[in-house]
C-alpha cells in the first residue's frame, strides 16, 4: 500500500513559519503517475478543510482563500515529498494537518475524496 508520513509540525507565535514534509513510499506508489497530492487541516471541533493541493503532473496549485499569500505547497524535483511552507501563521492556523493523496486525470476535481492518507502532524500557534 501507499505510505504518506508527515513531519515538521509543531507549536509557534502567530507571525511564525513552519515546514510540513510528506514523505511518500509503498508498493503502489509510483513517481510515474499522476496524483492530486494535498494537505488538508483538521481544527478542534471543526470538519476537515483542504488547505491546498498540487496536481502532480501539471504542478498546477489550488489553495483555500484564508491562506493565500501565506502558504506554499510544492513537490520535490523526484515527486516523491510533499511540502508545506507556511508563513505569517495565525491561531486560526491550529490543528492537525493530513498529507492526502489520490490518482488523478489532467486536474485536480474541485471535490475529492482522497484515497491514500498520512497520520497527521500536529500544528498549534499561539497568538
Known amino acids: 500500500p501507499v505510505q504518506l508520513v508527515e513531519s515538521g509540525g509543531g507549536s509557534v507565535q502567530a507571525g511564525g513559519s513552519l515546514r510540513l514534509s510528506c514523505a511518500t513510499s509503498g508498493y503502489g506508489y509510483s513517481k510515474y503517475a499522476t496524483y492530486c497530492m494535498a494537505w488538508i487541516r483538521q481544527a478542534p471541533g471543526k470538519e476537515r478543510e483542504g488547505v491546498a493541493n498540487?496536481?502532480?503532473?501539471?504542478?498546477?496549485?489550488n489553495y483555500t482563500d484564508s491562506v493565500k499569500g501565506r502558504f506554499t505547497i510544492s513537490q520535490d524535483d523526484g515527486k516523491t515529498t510533499l511540502y508545506l511552507q507556511m508563513n505569517n501563521l495565525k491561531p486560526e492556523d491550529t490543528g492537525v494537518y493530513y498529507c492526502?493523496?489520490?490518482?488523478?486525470?489532467?486536474?485536480?476535481?474541485?471535490?475529492?475524496?482522497?484515497?491514500?492518507w498520512g497520520q497527521g502532524t500536529q500544528v498549534t500557534v499561539s497568538s
Open positions: 498540487v496536481h502532480t503532473r501539471s504542478g498546477t496549485t
Open positions: 492526502a493523496a489520490s490518482i488523478v486525470g489532467i486536474a485536480c476535481p474541485s471535490s475529492i475524496n482522497f484515497f491514500y
